[in-house]
């Protein structure tokens, strides 16, 4: 029995290490916390946090939105390099360039050239976290939210505005006794800002800040969520916190609309988030959400416009080929494939062909049919037999022996791979190790069941021996005794 548990041991072990090996890149490890930005239809930009104190620099990475994916295996790409700060805050620029800056270090990344690029410090030495930043994309001001609390809990805020184009900061003066997030709406050209106390508030550059009268029933007050403009700044959307639920400001009327709490991914603190034409997406944790701004609905597909939903999954989708194989085939590159057909022919015979097609490597493949038949009482000429498989192919003719097709007819055939992270032959090989190896454990775990209920029948025969015998020496006892009345039996 214990060399059945370390084999089951064994193909465990082995089947994890071949189902993980699936996975083309591990999934980013995210923290509770990071800092992120977007680019409506490109992608979201995400910068975790290092720790306090730690040289190690933050995981950057975007999640791709130029393609359709499932919430289950969403698209990311790396982003290389990375500075090593702790609360940051990030925006893209109206260049595309990505800023992230904390306490007064600010560093842009080149979203065409993937550098990144120290542009300037702010000599502030201070204790303030840059929480938040916006950018207004008509003058390509980024507007950075930084807050500090004291010992006793007071909080200071205040805003800078930073020009990307002749990097510069200026500190706007303006100060905020709360904690709270802001999005740049494009529609009011103005910085809503959302306040665990304060609510609503409205800047605008030209006046400062104001109050926000809005209508209907605002957010409950929370940290960590995410706030960022929708449809052109028309709408501004926050998620967030432990709450799960998610709130729709339209920025014309400054109504609130509540939408359905999610499910799945469950609520989120300090998660990454944008919106990408309809789709409001959030990763945080190990989970992706995709929520439908049109449809008012969590969704588990992220689609691009015009596209089919992809299948769900937890690993990349393996590639498959498609092909056109005639009898005779030359391929052309970036396909193997080979073609076998093997019919017997009367005097009539429609002959049906077996096509299989891997995508590999460029090569060229020559096959020859022959076609056989049994030879009839009178000479006839047998009638052309076209041959096919699932897609189109040339025909042959079947004379009395034999007949052998011409090389030089041969059509180019054309291969159209899927791309992802495998290709199909080492799909292929990992599904069928993979299958061996679930195979096998189901082999182990059969053999074990059969094996203990083998025992158990065992242990219940030797207890049923065990009585009879014990039943059987008591009664050996009793014999050769007799009682007072000459019977055979215990003596009293």
């Known amino acids: 029995m214990n060399t059945l548990l370390s084999i089951a041991h064994v193909y465990t072990f082995l089947l994890c290490i071949f189902v993980s090996s699936i996975h083309a890149a591990p999934r980013p490890a995210l923290p509770s916390v990071q800092s992120s930005a977007f680019t409506n239809g490109q992608a979201i930009y995400v910068l975790t946090n290092s720790p306090a104190g730690s040289a190690t620099p933050g995981e950057a990475f975007m999640i791709d939105l130029t393609v359709s994916w499932s919430t289950s295996s969403p698209v990311y790409k790396p982003v290389t390099g990375g500075p090593s700060l702790w609360d940051r805050s990030v925006s893209i620029s109206s260049d595309q360039s990505w800023l992230a800056m904390a306490h007064g270090l600010m560093y842009l990344y080149n979203i065409q050239s993937s550098t990144w690029d120290e542009i300037s410090s702010t000599n502030d030495t201070s204790l303030a976290q840059d929480i938040h930043a916006a950018t207004d994309p008509d003058t390509g001001i980024i507007y950075v939210l930084r807050q500090s609390t004291s010992l006793r809990g007071n909080v200071n805020g205040y805003l800078v505005s930073i020009d990307t184009k002749t990097r510069t900061v200026q500190n706007l003066n303006s100060t905020l006794q709360d904690h709270g997030y802001i999005a740049w709406s494009a529609s009011r050209k103005s910085l809503l800002y959302f306040g665990r106390v304060s609510g609503l508030l409205e800047y605008k550059p030209s006046s400062g800040w104001s109050p926000a009268s809005s209508i209907g029933l605002p957010p409950s007050p929370r940290s960590g969520a995410c706030f960022v403009p929708a449809h052109g700044g028309t709408k501004m959307i926050l998620f967030g916190t432990t709450l799960g639920d998610i709130y729709i400001l339209d920025a014309a009327t400054l109504t609130w609309t509540k939408g359905p709490r999610t499910k799945a991914p469950g609520a989120r603190y ?222 009293w």
Request: with cysteine; aromatic share 4%; proline share 9%.
């Open 270 to 491: 300090g998660a990454a988030c944008g919106v990408s034409n309809d789709d409001f997406v959030i990763w945080s944790g190990n989970a992706v959400g995709v929520f439908n701004l049109k449809e008012l609905k969590w969704a588990s597909n992220y689609l691009v416009p015009g596209s089919t939903p992809p299948p769900a999954t937890n690993v990349p989708i393996i590639a498959t080929t498609s092909a056109t194989l005639p009898i005779n085939a030359t391929a052309t590159p970036t396909a193997t494939l080979t073609a076998t057909v093997s019919p017997t022919a009367m005097t009539t015979t429609t002959a049906a062909a077996t096509v299989t097609a891997t995508a590999t490597t460029a090569a060229t493949i020559t096959t020859t049919t022959s076609i056989s038949t049994p030879a009839p009482p009178n000479p006839t000429t047998v009638e052309p037999a076209p041959v096919t498989s699932e897609e189109p192919v040339s025909t042959t003719t079947a004379p009395e022996d034999s007949v052998t097709t011409d090389p030089a007819e041969a059509a180019p055939v054309t291969a159209e791979p899927g791309g992802s992270f495998l290709s199909s032959s080492k799909g292929a090989q990992v599904a069928t190790i993979a299958g061996a190896v679930v195979g096998g454990l189901a082999v182990v775990i059969g053999v074990g069941l059969i094996t203990l209920r083998v025992q158990t029948r065992r242990r219940k025969a030797q207890a049923v021996n065990e009585f009879f015998r014990n039943a059987g020496q008591q009664q050996h006892s009793y014999a050769g005794s007799y009682d007072d009345r000459g019977y055979p039996g215990r003596a």
